[in-house]
């Protein structure tokens, strides 16, 4: 596997190599195509007609405010805690999702959607959510080798970037 390992983090078994870029690269895509809709062309933006400010701004705002605190705390217990070694982290953040900082993300983007209402930004987010689909059953092949049972009974209990609204019993 063509994986990426983080030097100064060693116990963490690692992402996938181009993850990053990739999230950087479709950051930069969905701002433009939502600027450029939300704010200059308005050439999918009608729904703003039907949808009120006082629907669509509170609502923007709770998708945020979700997105960023699990962002905020998938990075706090991965990278704000020292461990020896790696483990599945089973607490927290990582008991609603296994991947709670690409859920945040995903709701980040989700949160500016629902605030302009751009239905380009919105056939964009479908990408971003496919690649962070991708990187993370990538990721979630990384921790099965590392983990095997243990992680393989988290997948169980655990939703990957939503929450499992029936949950395993085994």
């Given at each position: 596997m063509s994986t990426k390992k983080h030097a100064d983090h060693p116990n963490l078994t690692g992402e996938y190599r181009w993850g990053d870029a990739g999230q950087l690269v479709l950051f930069v895509l969905f701002l433009g195509i939502w600027i450029t809709d939300s704010f200059v062309f308005h050439y999918?933006?009608?729904l703003q007609e039907v949808i009120p400010k006082y629907v669509s701004i509170p609502v923007a705002?709770?998708?945020?405010v979700a997105g960023w605190l699990l962002a905020r705390g998938g990075m706090k217990a991965v990278f704000g805690t020292d461990r020896e070694k790696p483990v599945v982290i089973r607490t927290g953040v990582f008991g609603i999702v296994r991947h709670p900082i690409y859920t945040g993300a995903l709701l980040f983007y989700l949160g500016a959607v629902c605030f302009t209402l751009s239905i380009a930004s919105a056939c964009f987010w479908l990408i971003n959510l496919l690649f962070y689909i991708l990187i993370s059953r990538y990721e979630e092949r990384i921790l099965t080798e590392a983990?095997?049972?243990?992680?393989?009974?988290y997948k169980k209990k655990t939703g990957m970037l939503f929450p499992k609204?029936?949950?395993?019993?085994n």
């Open positions: 999918s933006t009608f705002g709770m998708v945020l983990f095997s049972a243990e992680y393989t009974s609204l029936r949950r395993s019993k």
